[in-house]
Each structure stands twice: as structure tokens, then as C-alpha cells.
């Protein structure tokens, strides 16, 4: 069974950086995979922040957080990470590490095509 905690989250003010943890077990690091961000705010639906090839060779982002956000991982870890530099109060949400086991779809920043999710980590950014 996959499992994802993720950690790292907490209050920071504008213009600061936190770099969020995702520990994920209970998979083989030889599936076909990609993980991903993603986040959600209050009366918002949730949405893809960035994502992840397993080689780490791919990697994609959101229009809003390109050149702010880096996605990492450490394949013998098993850990993904988010790197958040420059954040805004916009980016003020419950921030969410996901995993897909098989291969692009073509939907890699669409909530729908995960189904492995931990169980959030609150990010806010104080103006």
C-alpha cells in the first residue's frame, strides 16, 4: 500500500522561501511513476503545482509558480520535495504530494489522474 506524509508547511511572509517534504513508501522505485504537487485553498478547487518524471529527466509546472517552485526528488529516499522560493499570499493553501503509476497521459497537473495522495500540509503567506 503507497503511503505519502508530507511536511515542511507552515506560516511564512511574503517574499520567503519553505521547502516542503513528501516521504512516500510501499512502492517499487522501478514503477513506471511521477509525482507531483499539488495545493488547494479554501473555496478553491484543487490544482496542480508541478510534477515529476521517476528518472527526474521530466519535469512540469504551473504558469503560476514557474521560476518560483522547484520540484525534486531522491529516488533512494523515496522523498519529493518543493522548493518554494518568493512565495505570495496567493500561494496560501493546503499543499498536497501525489503519485501515478503509469505513463503520460498527457493530464500530469490534472487531479484526476492520481490516485496515491497524502494527507496535506498547510502553507501561508502573510503579506
Known amino acids: 500500500q503507497v503511503q505519502m506524509v508530507e511536511s515542511g508547511g507552515g506560516s511564512v511572509q511574503a517574499g520567503g522561501s519553505l521547502r516542503l517534504s513528501c516521504a512516500a513508501s510501499?512502492?517499487?522505485?522501478?514503477?513506471?511513476?511521477?509525482m507531483a504537487w499539488f495545493r488547494q485553498a479554501p473555496g478553491k478547487e484543487r490544482e496542480g503545482v508541478a510534477v515529476?518524471?521517476?528518472?527526474?529527466?521530466?519535469?512540469s509546472y504551473a504558469s503560476s509558480v514557474k521560476g518560483r517552485f522547484t520540484i525534486s526528488q531522491d529516488n533512494a529516499k523515496k522523498t519529493l520535495y518543493l522548493q518554494m522560493n518568493a512565495l505570495k499570499p496567493e500561494d496560501t493553501a493546503m499543499y498536497y504530494c501525489?503519485?501515478?503509476?503509469?505513463?503520460?497521459?498527457?493530464?500530469?497537473?490534472?487531479?484526476?489522474?492520481?490516485?496515491?495522495w497524502g494527507q496535506g500540509t498547510q502553507v501561508t503567506v502573510s503579506s
Open positions: 515529476i518524471s521517476r528518472s527526474g529527466g521530466s519535469s
Open positions: 510501499g512502492y517499487t522505485i522501478y514503477s513506471i511513476y511521477y
Open positions: 501525489a503519485a501515478y503509476f503509469g505513463p503520460n497521459n498527457g493530464r500530469l497537473l490534472d487531479p484526476v489522474t492520481y490516485n496515491h
